[in-house]
């Protein structure tokens, strides 16, 4: 049996930012597959997995552990990666972990969803949604210019891991990637570290029955 367990589909951006950083550092999971598309975190048994009806859900050590960032935390303090220096570091990353799930992911997550799952075509909702994804990429496109490697420090931390989550998919929402160059370069830079794998690779669940 594997040492950690994660709680993941393929399509989850969320569910990957855990699983990358599991595969980056080498250690040994599981992924438990979860049926989303078909309604499986809205049942009883799933929610007394995580109430909130979410993944990714970890389990290790007999802890379970849900919400992304929370996860990355973790695992930076078990396995001993991608972490902090000192306390002020780790409230740097603490806060582009909060704006990523604030208004990165929020918004782009959202805007997939609708375009590539839920199949609504463009809408004022959309239209609305990928103006509030741009802002947010500017605004880390501006943190990795100016020859900033990683967005703190030179080094990688959870707060990469948790802000690439949905980007390697630009083409599912719509946005022109070449429009945010730092971004483009930041995410080759994570593609190059070992043990990257594209998500649709990396979890169960792709390509969905029927597409």
Not at 48 to 63: F, K, S, T, W, Y
Not at 136 to 141: H, I, N, Q, S
Not at 181 to 195: E, F, H, N, T
């Amino acid at each position: 049996m594997a040492d950690f367990t994660l709680y993941c589909f393929a399509q989850s951006g969320n569910a990957y930012k855990a699983a990358l950083m599991l595969n980056l550092c080498g250690a040994d999971w599981a992924p438990r597959f979860v049926d989303f598309f078909n309604g499986e975190t809205r049942t009883p048994a799933y929610r007394a997995i995580n109430v909130m009806g979410e993944v990714p859900v970890l389990e290790h050590d007999g802890r379970r552990l849900s919400q992304s960032g929370v996860i990355l935390d973790y695992l930076a303090s078990r396995l001993g990666r991608f972490g902090w220096r000192d306390d002020d570091e780790r409230r740097e990353i603490l806060r582009w972990i909060l704006f990523d799930n604030h208004k990165l992911t929020s918004y782009i997550a959202t805007l997939r969803f609708m375009l590539q799952f839920a199949r609504t075509g463009e809408t004022p909702v959309t239209e609305w949604l990928r103006g509030r994804a741009n802002s947010a990429l500017k605004v880390l496109d501006q943190q990795l210019s100016d020859g900033r490697r990683f967005a703190v420090g030179d080094a990688p931390t959870i707060a990469d891991l948790s802000m690439c989550g949905y980007l390697y998919w630009f083409d599912e929402f719509g946005i022109d990637p070449t429009a945010f160059p730092s971004v483009g370069a930041w995410l080759q830079r994570i593609r190059a570290l070992p043990g990257w794998v594209h998500p649709y690779e990396l979890m169960p669940g792709h390509p969905l029955p029927g597409r």
